[in-house]
């Protein structure tokens, strides 16, 4: 069953630490998208992807950077975290821009 | 940008009740989707609706695009319709531009 996935679900970790977020799809999108989002909020755009070696920032500054070396895969990664950056981030892929959006369960993380 | 708003912002019903959440927006839209996320955080797709009307069981979802609204429907509540419901809109850019959500809470 084709789908999108993201590890890890749930992250409390310190300041200062490097961390990553994966995110997979096995859609074979060509599209990929990072999204922040305080609880109960409306969801941010950080980072997207148009396909391999493509990456954007999206309109929310972040600290985050992201890569795509394969289409199936855009791990995202906090190189200092701070209390900040506590938030929920999920992760997105579509076949073209304009196309239907699907999600991962996303990842909540915390920095103490 | 085009901007997007829903209403109400929050809502609170019976089981068994039926209910109309609104979606507007400011300029024309390439698409338009509506979203269901769950108490755990997990977003879940409900309708791709860039206009014309749809239905998927108890839910449904009309877009007008020539006069900027989208409506979801939803009949016969249950517990587990609870959540937030988002509306987002592509943009020119084939950005999607989202609303601030409505919060649906369904009482036994």
């Known amino acids: 069953e084709a789908d999108i996935y993201q590890t890890p679900r749930y992250l409390v970790i310190g300041t200062g630490k490097k961390i990553t977020l994966e995110c997979s799809q096995t859609?074979?999108?060509?599209?990929m998208y990072w999204y922040q989002q305080d609880p109960g909020m409306e969801l941010h755009l950080i980072h997207y992807?148009?396909?391999?070696?493509?990456?954007e920032k999206g309109d929310l500054s972040s600290e985050s950077t992201v890569s795509r070396i394969r289409t199936e895969h855009f791990p995202l990664t906090l190189e200092s975290a701070r209390p900040s950056h506590t938030s929920q981030y999920l992760c997105?892929?579509?076949?073209?821009?304009?196309?239907?959006?699907?999600f991962g369960p996303g990842t909540r993380l915390t920095v103490l | 940008g085009i901007q997007v708003e829903q209403s109400p912002p929050d809502l609170i019903l019976q089981e068994g009740a039926n209910s109309t959440l609104r979606c507007n927006f400011s300029d024309s839209v390439n698409n338009l989707q509506w979203f269901h996320q769950n108490p755990w955080g997990q977003l879940i797709n409900l309708f791709y609706?860039?206009?014309?009307?749809k239905q998927n069981g108890r839910l449904s979802a009309t877009t007008v695009a020539t006069e900027r609204y989208s409506l979801l429907y939803i009949s016969s509540s249950q517990t587990t319709d609870s959540g937030v419901y988002f509306c987002a809109a592509t943009d020119s850019n084939y950005q999607l531009i989202w609303g601030a959500g409505t919060k649906l809470i369904i009482k036994p």
């Open positions: 609706i860039p206009s014309g009307t």
């Open positions: 992807s148009y396909g391999v070696n493509s990456t």
């Open positions: 859609m074979g999108h060509d599209k």
């Open positions: 997105a892929s579509s076949e073209y821009s304009y196309n239907e959006q699907f």
